[in-house]
């Protein structure tokens, strides 16, 4: 009778993951399914599962590879994830140790792109008012690039064509590979913080989005939107956008075009200068004549040919002046006397005085308040009478009506 082997879950669990890290098939597949429970541990350690209608598939990404994904795994996203299934001996279960996740349909650049592109513009980044006019004649021009690329001789060669006044300086970094973005977004707080330019141009020549890709780090959109220096974004060629485009207050197409935005045409200014040049020569020229009409006709006056008849001619219209005032003023004097004559009769007329004068006379209590009927007096009471001249004091022997009068 063969005699039975009996295993601990240990060594189960060792069987198995042993079988599983020998087999060709689990040790490197590409797994396609729905992200769910997606969680990012402060260890750096991604833990996730992946589904269909049918399964689940409990996956692990490491910190150092998950240091390399491009764009933010979401709950419900479509993925394709490579790694190897073997099973954790300590809980017995198994799992994808993921190694690559990358999001199906497109390319986990794009999808990190689309990803910062969305959430930059929720912040505001992107709006218009906060995009910083050019200034039209830059005195300093800071140039971000690289300072061995064709891009920069471009830049170079194009400024100093069109505007050589313009005094530039190339502040040299990295535009791709490992730390290219810091370094772009260093230089950008560096000639900011000395005030280093009137303008600054960043950008380089084209490429793959994987070349470009420093101009869509966050870290290098954040230096541009808090620059007080106009920026000017020139990466690529003309299909090429980058999130850097987006937030500068220009965007060129080129380099090249870069360098033609950021200053004007030395060429054109001459023109232009030679336009005004030339108005103000004809301005000048007929200001000039009308002034020498003007001198022509004042020379023919009569004020110059015959000073003393013009001054003889003022003079008697000075003092027909003065006659007309002396006799408009005596006018308005004599109007005046005869107004104030007229209210002083009719104010004269109206007088208390006078209504005394033709024999009225006025009776007051003791009080001083005039009296206007007989019930406001009253046997005995004295009253004081006011006449036309003087008056008299008296008492109240029997108060009588209207009718009673004698």
Not at 42 to 48: I, R
Not at 210 to 223: G, K, Q, S, T
Not at 304 to 320: E, H, I, Q, S, V
Request: net charge positive; hydrophobic share 40%; aromatic share 8%.
């Amino acid at each position: 009778m063969r005699e039975e082997t009996i295993l601990s879950p240990s060594q189960v669990s060792g069987y198995i993951k042993s079988w599983m890290d020998r087999d060709r098939l689990l040790s490197g597949l590409l797994v396609r399914g729905e992200l769910s429970n997606y969680k990012m541990y402060p260890s750096g350690h991604h833990y996730f599962t992946l589904k269909d209608s049918q399964g689940a598939l409990r996956c692990v990404m490491f910190r150092g590879d998950a240091a390399s994904l491009r764009f933010r795994p979401e709950n419900g996203m479509q993925v394709i994830a490579a790694g190897r299934i073997t099973v954790f001996p300590r809980d017995g279960q198994y799992q994808l140790y993921c190694v690559r996740l990358t999001p199906e349909g497109a390319g986990d650049l794009h999808v990190a792109f689309e990803q910062l592109k969305e959430k930059l513009l929720r912040e505001g980044l992107f709006d218009q008012a906060h995009k910083r006019p050019l200034p039209a004649y830059p005195r300093r021009i800071a140039l971000i690039t690289s300072p061995a690329g064709a891009a920069v001789r471009d830049m170079l060669r194009i400024l100093g064509a069109r505007y050589p006044l313009a005094q530039v300086r190339v502040l040299p970094v990295r535009v791709q590979g490992e730390g290219a973005a810091e370094e772009i977004a260093a230089a950008l707080d560096w000639a900011n913080l000395h005030q280093a330019a009137d303008l600054i141009i960043t950008g380089r020549g084209g490429g793959s989005m994987e070349d470009l890709w420093a101009f869509n780090e966050e870290c290098v959109a954040r230096a541009i939107y808090r620059s007080q220096i106009p920026v000017i974004s020139a990466v690529g060629h003309e299909p090429d956008v980058t999130i850097a485009d987006f937030v500068a207050d220009l965007r060129a197409a080129t380099p090249s075009n870069g360098a033609e935005l950021a200053v004007p045409d030395q060429n054109e200014l001459y023109a232009w200068l030679d336009g005004l040049a030339k108005r103000l020569e004809k301005g000048t020229g007929s200001l000039l004549a009308r002034r020498r009409k003007d001198l022509e006709r004042l020379g023919r006056s009569r004020m110059l040919t015959d000073p003393g008849a013009y001054f003889r001619d003022r003079r008697l219209l000075l003092d027909y002046q003065g006659q007309r005032l002396g006799h408009g003023a005596g006018q308005i004097l004599s109007r005046a006397r005869e107004r104030l004559a007229r209210d002083s009769a009719a104010l004269d007329a109206m007088s208390p005085l006078k209504v005394l004068g033709r024999g009225y006379a006025v009776a007051r209590d003791e009080q001083g308040k005039i009296l206007k009927s007989w019930r406001e007096t009253a046997p005995g009471s004295r009253v004081s009478v006011t006449l036309g001249e003087g008056g008299f004091t008296a008492v109240v022997d029997k108060p009588y009506t209207k009718e009673e009068q004698p």
